[in-house]
């Protein structure tokens, strides 16, 4: 036992090492730059702050993990979900993975050693440990993600209203939509940040139902993409959007109201195992409680006796 967690730890302390001296200390563009003579970046040369060594060890780390473009793909969009648009964020969760995957092994195998566990459930709980470092940085951005789609959906309502107001004052759409991005920042940022980059997208040449296409691809939220369509199609019919804008706002109004009732009719059934399993027996327990233990004191002797 103690052998193999020996060969274990070394094993991944060798790699980790190996690693980590490659990416960081061989340093291949400043030995070329050495010897070809050229001068070496400015900014390579200023210090790095000690809050920033962590990060871009794990951005490092990252680029070792190679995945295909699909997965890639996939999970630049989960992050753009989740709200971060970093170049270096698909590299920061590569890199988180490896290590945590490198690291909760080796505490687990240390644990372990101090237990004293059997051979077979050390190598189940090493490679579970491995498992759950692998997938951990994955689960929180999917974890990232579906918190802000939640609060994108509850700012909604108040997004359109604004929407609606701004519209009807005499804005055009692209400038409700700016001044809705400004309004919003404090009260719902993550829809200020969503319209703001629709407005950066139309100020880069992009035509408006791409935009407004993208701001649904990115978010994936489902009344946001009911309203990109009623957008879409106001500007490919010619209707008008403060007209639009206000049937879908009270649409959206009857469906919250509609959804409140549906989860109002669900509370009785929910709370019947609450009542069952937590208030039913501490109501035996005051009412029956006190007879069971006058019986136990006062009849029980009496029948003894008799």
């Not at 061989?26 to 702050?49: C, F, N, V």
Request: hydrophobic share 50%.
């Amino acid at each position: 036992m103690e052998l193999f967690l020996s060969i274990l730890l070394f094993v991944l302390l060798a790699g980790l090492t190996t690693t980590v001296g490659v990416k960081l200390w061989a340093r291949p563009k400043a030995a070329m730059e050495r010897i070809t003579g050229e001068a070496a970046d400015t900014s390579a040369r200023m210090p790095m702050h000690p809050s920033l060594v962590f990060r871009d060890l794990v951005a490092r780390l990252g680029t070792v993990l190679a995945t295909p473009s699909s997965q890639s793909k996939l999970l630049e969009r989960r992050l753009f979900r989740a709200g971060y648009r970093s170049p270096g964020a698909a590299r920061m969760v590569h890199g988180a993975r490896l290590l945590l995957a490198a690291v909760l092994p080796l505490v687990a195998a240390l644990l372990i050693w101090k237990a004293g566990l059997e051979t077979d459930i050390s190598v189940m709980i090493i490679a579970a440990a491995a498992l759950v470092g692998y997938t951990a940085p994955g689960c929180f951005v999917s974890l990232q993600a579906r918190r802000r789609q939640r609060r994108i959906h509850r700012g909604l309502p108040d997004a359109l209203d604004l929407l609606v107001i701004c519209v009807e004052s005499g804005l055009g759409l692209d400038q409700a939509l700016m001044q809705a991005a400004k309004e919003m920042e404090i009260a719902h940022p993550d829809i200020s940040q969503e319209f703001a980059m629709v407005n950066l997208e139309l100020r880069t040449g992009k035509r408006r139902v791409e935009a407004l296409r993208n701001l649904a691809d990115r978010t994936m939220v489902d009344g946001l993409r009911k309203l990109v369509a009623v957008l879409i199609q106001a500007d490919r019919f010619g209707t008008g959007v403060a007209q639009s804008l206000r049937t879908h706002a009270d649409y959206m109004r009857i469906q919250a109201r509609q959804v409140a009732e549906e989860k109002a009719a669900k509370v009785g059934v929910k709370l019947v195992f609450p009542i069952f399993f937590c208030i039913l027996p501490t109501l035996f327990v005051v009412t029956v409680g006190p007879m069971a233990v006058r019986i136990a004191r006062e009849l029980l002797p009496m029948m003894n006796n008799l």
